[in-house]
């Protein structure tokens, strides 16, 4: 199915019937990334499940956008829905704009799991910060003829160096607007919304998990009044996938799904 919001075409669905329960996919990912999940809680609850701007069959945005506009959408969905104070079960980036809409529209979401979500700054080492502005010195170069002759004196070609830099998941980009979404969205720290948090919310992180670490779990357990940790073992970025079985029988208590 499809809805119009803010100028962009939203794909989504909807698996049975009850109380709604609201699903908001990781980055790159999309409604089918959460199939199982969707499959074994829309026995007893409405689920609605999404594919934000710029992935699955939504639209592409044609300029970049934020946190704070994903979130503008979700909101406008939830409201034409008529599916206020739903819970929600979000993942990685969908963490990102769950933290911002239950911290700016706390009337509109119930319950909330954060599933290795993101949103937070990660430490960073000694070697991180030397690749970086390694990089930007790189970049600078690149754009100046004369600075970009100076290091091809040494050896050092700096637009070679800069051509295929990025994250996997900026390189996996082909839109410019994705690109530049992908740079707001990484660069902006949620820590300071967790304290407005109101809902009653369950953090699950995997222990391997080097994406979105374990300590991220644990900030939000601290900052959020009424918030919960369990981190599931042997299990990584997608934890609700490495283990599903341990994974929906929390979910089920925590959301208090009736055994079907």
């Not at 939504?58 to 956008?65: A, Y």
């Not at 034409?80 to 529209?105: E, N, P, Q």
Request: glycine share 8%; aromatic share 12%; proline share 3%.
């Amino acid at each position: 199915m499809e809805i119009t919001v803010n100028d962009l075409k939203i794909n989504y669905i909807v698996r049975g019937e009850g109380k709604p329960l609201l699903l908001l996919h990781g980055w790159g990912a999309c409604i089918d990334s959460f199939a199982p999940v969707t499959n074994e809680l829309s026995k007893s609850r409405k689920v609605y499940v999404i594919d934000f701007p710029g992935f699955g069959g939504s639209d592409t945005p044609k300029k970049p956008m934020t946190v704070s506009d994903y979130t503008e959408i979700v909101a406008r969905l939830i409201r034409a829905w008529d599916i206020a104070g739903t819970d929600v079960i979000c993942h990685s980036f969908g963490g990102r704009v769950t933290i911002v809409l239950a911290a700016k529209y706390p009337e509109l979401v119930g319950k909330l799991v954060f599933v290795d979500a993101a949103g937070l700054k990660k430490k960073r080492s000694f070697a991180w910060y030397c690749r970086v502005y390694t990089y930007k010195l790189m970049k600078k170069a690149a754009k100046n003829g004369f600075l970009y002759r100076c290091f091809k004196l040494f050896g050092v070609d700096a637009r070679e160096r800069t051509k295929n830099a990025g994250s996997a998941d900026y390189r996996a980009l082909t839109s410019d607007a994705m690109r530049g979404t992908f740079v707001n969205v990484v660069n902006q720290d949620l820590k300071e919304y967790l304290k407005d948090i109101r809902s009653s919310s369950l953090m699950i992180y995997g222990e391997n998990d080097t994406d979105t670490p374990v300590y991220f779990g644990q900030t939000m357990e601290k900052l959020i009044p009424d918030g919960g940790l369990v981190v599931l073992k042997n299990a990584g970025h997608f934890s609700y996938l490495d283990q599903f079985g341990q994974f929906i029988k929390i979910v089920k208590v925590f959301l208090e799904v009736p055994a079907c």
